[in-house]
């Protein structure tokens, strides 16, 4: 093991006890893990094959999912454990019904590695995306457990494919197999020597076919939208997860004489009220917050304003286009969930960290946008049926093409264990 690496990870795990003292979320890092060696032993015993899905937080988790819940229900027999790594993605999944353990995942040095693993037992491994632990990967080498790195993505950038790198081509080496998302990155794990893997999509693309398919009516914002499709008269946009900077780029646009005919759904990042009395502020055309709304106020305003968490992916299937949020600050959200129901995307200028996002922008699907100017650009745009017919055919061909990976996956699995 490289000295390096084990004084990072030291040190990494000092500096959050330091910054437990006046900061929640590293607060409760360091509380999900305090003393984990008997609380754990308590709250877990293998008593049957174990799968371990390991996920960093609550969007790898949303990745991770359908592989967890078709595998339980392929092999019913098996027990469950799924760690995370942050507080964002335990705090909010700590209740999952469809996992037996669920837990922190302590940090990475040789001893937590081999004790946690002896506690659990691991019969098989599933690392969600991009989660690398050079000593929790060792001691599952060496256990000879199969462990799969699914939904992955590689860039030529990354410290496996330099030539620096022959300590991250070794966390690589103690992977089974990678279910990477495309071609490219399958590439690379050549080049560097890996030829087991499958170009196999990304599973988050099962996952949020499933939510749409399965999507709730929701009457309150029925009467709101119009029809779904901005050949029919009158068009919703709903802007997705958005923040300050993105609502003073959309505000200034739909509250516009021209844009009168366009209504808009607002569901912000954070709807703390100090977000939404900003936001209110700066509304001048008429609206509702949704925990206020009734069926005929609901139909009779221009602006709704979605004021709670949870219910925004299921929201998708009354708008026209979706504008997802985070553009302006550190990335852009979800936005293979707009998709699944067809809507054309918008999005601001930092969004290629994210394949999909690149991939609809490349196809047609999705614009990007830098102003009011260019919203108002892209919103007439799409107003012509045609351009709206192939920007939402360009953004389902991709969810059609890469969807596929969690059956793909279990496959796999399946045949380990035949």
Same mark, same amino acid.
């Given at each position: 093991?490289?000295?390096?690496?084990?004084?990072?990870?030291?040190?990494?795990?000092?500096?959050?006890?330091?910054?437990?003292?006046?900061?929640?979320?590293?607060?409760?890092?360091?509380?999900?893990?305090?003393?984990?060696?008997?609380?754990?032993?308590?709250?877990?015993?293998?008593? =049957?094959?174990?799968?371990?899905?390991?996920?960093?937080?609550?969007?790898?988790?949303?990745?991770?999912?359908?592989?967890?819940?078709?595998?339980? *229900?392929?092999?019913?027999?098996?027990?469950?454990?799924? %760690?995370?790594?942050?507080?964002?993605?335990?705090?909010?999944?700590?209740? @999952?019904?469809?996992?037996?353990?669920?837990?922190?995942?302590?940090?990475?040095?040789?001893?937590?590695?081999?004790?946690?693993?002896?506690?659990?037992?691991?019969?098989?491994?599933?690392?969600?995306?991009?989660?690398?632990?050079?000593?929790?990967? =060792?001691?599952?080498?060496?256990?000879?457990?199969?462990? $799969?790195?699914?939904?992955?993505? /590689?860039?030529?950038?990354?410290?496996?494919?330099?030539?620096?790198?022959?300590?991250?081509?070794?966390?690589?080496?103690?992977? =089974?197999?990678?279910?990477?998302?495309?071609?490219?990155?399958?590439?690379?794990?050549?080049?560097?020597?890996?030829?087991?893997? %499958?170009?196999?999509?990304?599973?988050?693309?099962?996952?949020?076919?499933? +939510?749409?398919?399965?999507?709730?009516?929701?009457? %309150?914002?029925?009467?709101?939208?119009?029809? %779904?499709?901005?050949?029919?008269?009158?068009? *919703? +946009?709903?802007?997705?997860?958005?923040?300050?900077?993105?609502?003073?780029?959309? +505000?200034?646009? $739909?509250?516009?004489?021209? /844009?009168?005919?366009?209504?808009?759904?607002?569901?912000?990042?954070?709807?703390?009220?100090?977000?939404?009395?900003?936001?209110?502020?700066?509304?001048?055309?008429?609206?509702?917050?949704?925990? !206020?709304?009734?069926?005929?106020?609901?139909?009779?305003?221009?602006? +709704?304003?979605?004021?709670?968490?949870?219910?925004?992916?299921?929201?998708?299937?009354?708008?026209?286009?979706?504008?997802?949020?985070?553009?302006?600050?550190?990335?852009?959200?979800?936005?293979?969930?707009?998709?699944?129901?067809?809507?054309?995307?918008?999005?601001?200028?930092?969004?290629?960290? /994210?394949?999909?996002?690149?991939?609809?922008?490349?196809?047609?699907?999705?614009?990007?946008?830098?102003?009011?100017?260019? $919203?108002?650009?892209?919103?007439?745009?799409?107003? !012509?049926?045609?351009? @709206?017919?192939?920007? =939402?055919?360009?953004?389902?061909?991709?969810?059609?093409?890469?969807?596929?990976? *969690?059956?793909?996956?279990?496959?796999?699995?399946?045949?380990? /264990?035949?």
């Amino acid at each position: 093991m490289r000295w390096w690496y084990a004084l990072f990870i030291g040190g990494y795990s000092a500096f959050l006890h330091v910054a437990a003292l006046v900061h929640p979320k590293a607060r409760r890092w360091v509380e999900g893990r305090r003393q984990w060696r008997s609380r754990y032993a308590a709250q877990f015993r293998k008593t =049957s094959p174990v799968l371990w899905v390991h996920a960093a937080s609550l969007g790898e988790f949303e990745q991770g999912r359908p592989v967890i819940e078709a595998f339980r *229900t392929q092999f019913p027999g098996w027990q469950i454990v799924l %760690t995370f790594f942050s507080p964002s993605g335990y705090e909010i999944r700590k209740n @999952y019904a469809q996992a037996d353990f669920i837990a922190y995942l302590p940090a990475d040095t040789a001893a937590n590695a081999r004790d946690f693993l002896a506690l659990i037992q691991p019969d098989a491994a599933v690392f969600v995306k991009y989660e690398f632990w050079a000593n929790y990967l =060792s001691a599952l080498r060496q256990r000879q457990t199969p462990t $799969l790195l699914v939904s992955a993505l /590689f860039r030529p950038d990354q410290p496996f494919f330099r030539w620096y790198g022959g300590f991250w081509r070794g966390m690589l080496a103690c992977f =089974s197999h990678f279910f990477v998302q495309n071609e490219a990155s399958g590439q690379l794990l050549a080049q560097a020597g890996f030829q087991n893997y %499958t170009v196999a999509g990304d599973t988050r693309v099962d996952r949020v076919l499933q +939510l749409a398919a399965s999507a709730p009516e929701n009457t %309150t914002v029925a009467a709101f939208a119009t029809p %779904t499709g901005v050949a029919q008269t009158g068009h *919703t +946009l709903i802007a997705g997860s958005s923040w300050e900077a993105d609502e003073a780029v959309l +505000l200034p646009v $739909l509250q516009a004489p021209s /844009f009168a005919a366009w209504r808009l759904i607002v569901a912000p990042h954070e709807p703390a009220e100090k977000h939404l009395a900003q936001l209110l502020a700066r509304v001048k055309r008429p609206f509702v917050r949704y925990s !206020q709304a009734t069926l005929a106020p609901s139909a009779a305003a221009e602006v +709704l304003i979605i004021d709670n968490v949870g219910m925004l992916n299921s929201l998708y299937r009354y708008g026209s286009v979706a504008y997802i949020g985070g553009g302006f600050g550190k990335g852009i959200h979800n936005t293979l969930e707009p998709a699944a129901f067809g809507l054309p995307v918008i999005v601001g200028p930092k969004y290629e960290k /994210f394949e999909e996002a690149r991939q609809f922008v490349a196809r047609g699907g999705a614009f990007v946008v830098r102003n009011t100017t260019e $919203l108002a650009a892209v919103l007439r745009h799409l107003e !012509q049926p045609d351009n @709206y017919r192939k920007a =939402s055919a360009a953004v389902q061909a991709y969810l059609n093409e890469n969807q596929g990976a *969690t059956r793909r996956i279990i496959g796999y699995l399946a045949a380990q /264990f035949a």
